[in-house]
């Protein structure tokens, strides 16, 4: 049996990186995208944490929350997201990949890799990086060239409040290929 370390600081904000089953490609789909937003809603009404950061890409998302004080419980916020998820998105006639034999015996859909990645933030710096990460992914991953092209990120929430200029990105950032951010 697999055994998981987490990290148990109550409160401070954490990265995550949540995939898709089989990397398939459909998150930003419009159903999708509707049925993330009623999961998130749900969950955040029951356990509330503060997003800080988002972008939702085809196939993963990356983002930055900040939990209450005395809080570290993102297992049971992550379980809830993705059972609600989709719960909503089979509803509404949304489909899966094909089951692997373990997913079929045990009744689990084939909608999201069963784990996900976290990192506690540690300092301010730790904080800007993993921010400017999330920011950067579309262009990473060469789905835009340009980070403010991509709609589906709180890039443009930063923008709209003067941390981010617009252009920000556009000449590349020299450090990307080397961060070490699992769960890509």
Known sequence: MSWYRRADRTGGAYFFTV???NR???LTDDLARRCLRGAWQKIKEKKPFVLEGLCLLTDHLHCIWRLPENDNDFSTRWGGIKSLFSFY??????SESERSPSRQRSGEAAIWQRRFWEHLIKDQQDYSRHM???HYNPVKHGLVSKVVDWPWSTFHRYVKEGVYDENWGSQGLDWIDDFDCAGE
Do not use: E
């Open 24 to 26: 398939r490609k459909f």
């Open 132 to 134: 400017d990460y999330i």
């Open 89 to 94: 998105y089979f509803d509404q006639g949304g």
């Open 19 to 21: 995939v898709t089953y």
